[in-house]
């Protein structure tokens, strides 16, 4: 949301928030941690607004998907971020549990090489990240930023949609559409969109700008 977590960056955010009607789920990207004792308070006092849910949280988008927002933490030896997720499950026996969370769970950093692309860091308790995520029930949907690339990753019941960047090309903004068919198996849809032409650019798109996935 911010590039240095300032106080004026985290007014605007407010003031825009402040206009929404619908229900908002907020996360801290690493630009949104400060280097005080308490690296998420300028975070979570700007965003204290009725209908923002802060992370970490877990509540039920509907009587079928469960939703799990995960935070960040600075690492304690000072050398990056760990995330600190939200374990509980906001549903007996969900069709779908969805994670969201500014980092990736599964690695990428071979991925993006085999592409030419910058890897711009893992979290220091990924693996551990990952683990504690599959303990939710039911088929699981990760969608994560960071990377500034758009790619995807499907593996078992686990389903990792990368999100692009909006500062930077492609300048997506991305739609999620969500849902459970008659027969009870979950779907996702990924609409991105370029919101500013980019000529000549070569884009950090690595899967389909629309895509569909079905669990069975």
């Known amino acids: ?6 106080a004026g960056s985290f007014a605007r955010v407010r003031r825009v928030l402040a206009t929404v009607d619908l229900p908002v789920y907020v996360l801290p990207g690493n630009h949104d941690l400060d280097t005080s004792t308490h690296p998420l308070a300028a975070f979570c006092q700007a965003l204290d607004l009725p209908n923002v849910t802060l ?3 877990t509540l039920a988008l509907n009587p079928k ?5 995960t935070s960040l933490a600075l690492d304690p030896a000072g050398t990056g971020y760990t995330a600190v997720p939200s374990q509980i499950s906001a549903l007996p026996d969900p069709s779908l549990s969805v994670v969201l ?3 990736p769970a ?3 950093s071979d991925l993006l090489a085999s592409a030419e692309l910058k890897h711009a860091g893992d979290l220091t308790n990924r ?5 504690a995520i599959s303990t939710l029930p039911g088929p699981l949907l990760i969608v994560n930023g960071h990377l500034h690339v758009q790619a995807t990753i499907a593996e078992g019941r686990m389903l990792q949609l990368s999100v692009a960047a909006l500062i930077e090309p492609p300048h997506d903004a991305t739609i999620l559409t969500i849902g ?3 027969a009870g198996d979950p779907w996702v849809r990924r609409q991105a969109t370029s919101l500013v032409e980019t000529p000549g650019v070569s884009l950090p798109v690595l899967s389909a700008r629309d895509e569909c996935w079905r669990y069975s």
Do not use: Q
């Open 1 to 6: 949301l911010t590039h240095f977590a300032d």
């Open 55 to 57: 992370p970490p949280a």
């Open 65 to 69: 998907i469960a939703l799990s927002l």
């Open 101 to 103: 969370t500014h980092f």
């Open 106 to 108: 599964f690695p990428m």
């Open 127 to 131: 693996a551990e990240f990952l683990d």
């Open 180 to 182: 459970v068919d008659d």
